[in-house]
């Protein structure tokens, strides 16, 4: 079966500090792979997604950025945290044609 | 623009009371609508998509339906454990398979 990891699960940086969270999917190949961040009480904003190795479509413009090294690993980066970069970022996957994204469990990101 | 809205933003059940949630939306295209259930300090945990207009899903006392215009998930005599966001969203294009969430409808459900 198909799994998502995503570390740390809670991460204090201070203001200026670089970022980098990774995700990576187990038992599949080749899927799509989405980062979104969830301010606290609202619904979830898609940052970043990817159909394949090395291709990156950004949604939104940001302190950030992502990057697909692997088949089957998705990095979000900032090179200089901004306290609004404070939020729970998420990493999702989905493998063919129309089926349901699935999530991993989250970073809560918290910026000093 | 494609667009989606939760109703309500909470809601308030006693156990056993049954109640529906909304998710209204606007699409050019629809490809498919997502109910996802969040706990706090989780990811989204999948529930159901519907992908065409009178479409009905069941899992345990939830059930999803589906219009031209909405969805509802409805919640019959629900149990303390069913206390969670729910999250609507919508996908408009199978090739990116990209998700428009709603903001959600936070339930407690009291014993």
């Known amino acids: 079966s198909q799994t998502i990891h995503q570390w740390p699960a809670t991460l204090v940086q201070p203001v200026g500090s670089p970022l980098s969270l990774e995700c990576t999917v187990e038992?599949?190949?080749?899927?799509?792979l989405y980062w979104y961040r969830q301010a606290a009480g609202r619904g979830l904003q898609l940052l970043f997604y990817?159909?394949?190795?090395?291709?990156i479509s950004s949604e939104v413009p940001q302190n950030l950025s992502a990057s697909r090294p692997q088949d089957r690993q998705f990095i979000l980066s900032s090179k200089k945290l901004l306290l609004s970069d404070s939020g729970f970022y998420l990493c999702?996957?989905?493998?063919?044609?129309?089926?349901?994204?699935?999530f991993g469990d989250g970073t809560r990101l918290s910026i000093l | 623009e494609d667009q989606v809205t939760q109703s309500p933003e909470a809601l308030r059940l006693q156990e056993g009371e049954s109640s529906s949630l909304n998710c209204s939306y606007t699409?050019?295209?629809?490809?498919?609508l997502f109910w996802y259930r969040q706990d706090p300090g989780k990811g989204p945990e999948f529930l159901f998509t519907?992908?065409?207009a009178g479409e009905e899903k069941e899992k345990e006392r939830l059930k999803a339906t589906l219009t031209k215009k909405e969805s509802f998930l409805h919640i019959t005599a629900p149990k303390p454990e069913d206390s969670a966001t729910y999250l609507c969203?919508?996908?408009?294009?199978?090739?990116?398979?990209?998700?428009?969430f709603g903001q959600g409808t936070t339930l407690q459900v009291k014993p």
């Open positions: 969203a919508v996908r408009t294009s199978s090739n990116t398979g990209k998700l428009i």
């Open positions: 519907l992908y065409s």
């Open positions: 990817s159909v394949g190795i090395g291709q």
């Open positions: 038992g599949t190949s080749n899927p799509n």
């Open positions: 699409v050019s295209g629809l490809r498919g």
């Open positions: 999702a996957w989905k493998g063919e044609s129309n089926q349901p994204q699935h």
